[in-house]
């Protein structure tokens, strides 16, 4: 079967488990350690899609039915406790009756609750709600759930090297055939020799791509979160209004998680956390949840969102969080070599089938993807010998 060589230790963990599914050898390689880039730093949510419903229904379809997938082959990474979308005020309600509407449009139920059942369920929210609308969000944990699909690529055979970082392309004409590694743990360089190489390195997919010429329009967009020192809901809270910075908390353990905040970057490291971003999420997301103003910070941080960006100009909160999938051979004349990026944690898994589909038909093999109806491994899996 043919060696197909991945480059990413994020999404990359869903690419790898279909490929190993579908019977191909397997080599994950990934600079850092696993999930230490955007993957593994996000802000936890499963998406329902609600909060693309008023501007991108493809992407707000996209995520319903992964949200449904992964509820269901990996429910230990999930607290399925659902979410409201909340109106605190008269310019949120004017998106009320479009959102409801949107929402069917990308098959996303979503339920208008009596505002007094919705203070019962959440006694914190703020007290100027005008609407809340029930939709099926979910918290994930954001390492916990990918490494799901590591522990269970692991044990189909694919070889997971962490610490391993490519350097450069083998090239045989216009053909990619290997990579350059630098073994960061054995301080070691060495060639491995693939028949295709998939760059799944998400902000950093730009970089990988030069090393063989190419452009790929995909621009990191960092974004700053912060958790604070307790639960102050059960159920994700969202605004009613347009993607946009500050209109979200999401409960993880004990700890609230304030997002976030979004600006274009040349690269993707390093990322600084600027304290106005801080001040920012605390302040918008009060608006939601008043106790936010006065929660000790427990942390803040930032991570890349890898953005398909075909507009610079155009403002962050409204470029998609969809995806793409190219083959080089066909748009740049450059064999063995194809890349996916953007997308979201929610939709890792439907990136991984069509990137893997694109696999098998470039190596003329037709094997279906068994990625929805397959349970994945716990993640404390991949651990184990």
């Known amino acids: 079967m043919e060696h197909i060589i991945v480059i990413g230790g994020g999404i990359g963990g869903a690419i790898a488990h279909d490929l190993a599914l579908r019977g191909f050898k397997v080599t994950l390689l990934e600079k850092g350690e696993l999930l230490s880039g955007s993957t593994g730093r996000h802000h936890g949510l499963l998406h329902s899609g609600a909060r693309y419903a008023l501007h991108d229904v493809e992407t707000a379809r996209e995520c319903m039915v992964e949200n449904r997938i992964l509820r269901r082959i990996a429910p230990e990474g999930l607290e399925q406790n659902d979410g409201l979308f909340i109106a605190v005020d008269e310019e949120d309600m004017t998106y009320h009756f479009p959102f409801l509407e949107q929402c069917r449009a990308a ?7 009596i505002l007094s059942t919705a203070r019962r369920l959440e006694p914190n929210l703020s007290p100027h709600v005008k609407a809340a609308i029930k939709v099926p969000d979910a918290a994930m944990d954001a390492w916990r759930l990918a490494m799901h699909f590591f522990a269970t690529a692991k044990f189909n055979g694919a070889d997971i090297r962490p610490y391993s970082e490519v ?27 693939g028949d295709i190489i998939i760059n799944a390195a998400g902000p950093w997919a730009g970089i990988v791509a030069e090393q063989v010429g190419i452009h790929i329009p995909i621009k990191p967009a960092p974004g700053v979160m912060v958790g604070i020192d307790a639960r102050l809901a059960n159920m994700v809270i969202n605004r009613l209004h347009p993607a946009g910075e ?18 274009l970057a040349d690269n993707p490291e390093p990322l600084d956390v600027p304290p106005a971003h801080v001040r920012q999420m605390v302040t918008l997301c009060a608006q939601l949840v008043p106790k936010v103003r006065e929660t000790p910070i427990h942390s803040a941080w930032t991570a890349a969102r890898p953005l398909v960006v075909d507009d610079p100009l155009e403002e962050p909160t409204k470029i998609t969080r969809g995806f793409e999938c190219i083959d080089h051979e066909s748009r740049d004349g450059v064999a ?4 996916v990026f953007g997308g979201k944690a929610t939709t890792m898994r439907a990136m991984a089938e069509e990137i893997v589909d694109l696999v098998c038909t470039k190596t003329g093999r037709s094997i279906p993807c068994r990625t929805k109806e397959t349970s994945l491994m716990h993640w404390r899996r991949f651990y184990k010998n």
Do not use: C
Request: neutral net charge; aromatic residues 6%; proline residues 4%.
């Open 107 to 113: 098959g996303i139920p979503a339920e208008e609750m």
């Open 167 to 193: 350097t450069g392309m083998l090239k045989q004409g216009a053909t990619v055939s290997g990579v350059q590694v630098l073994d960061h743990r054995n301080r070691r360089e060495y060639t491995l020799g």
């Open 246 to 263: 500050g209109d979200i908390i999401i409960p993880q353990r004990n700890l609230s998680l304030l997002g976030t905040s979004v600006w």
């Open 336 to 339: 063995g070599f194809i890349s």
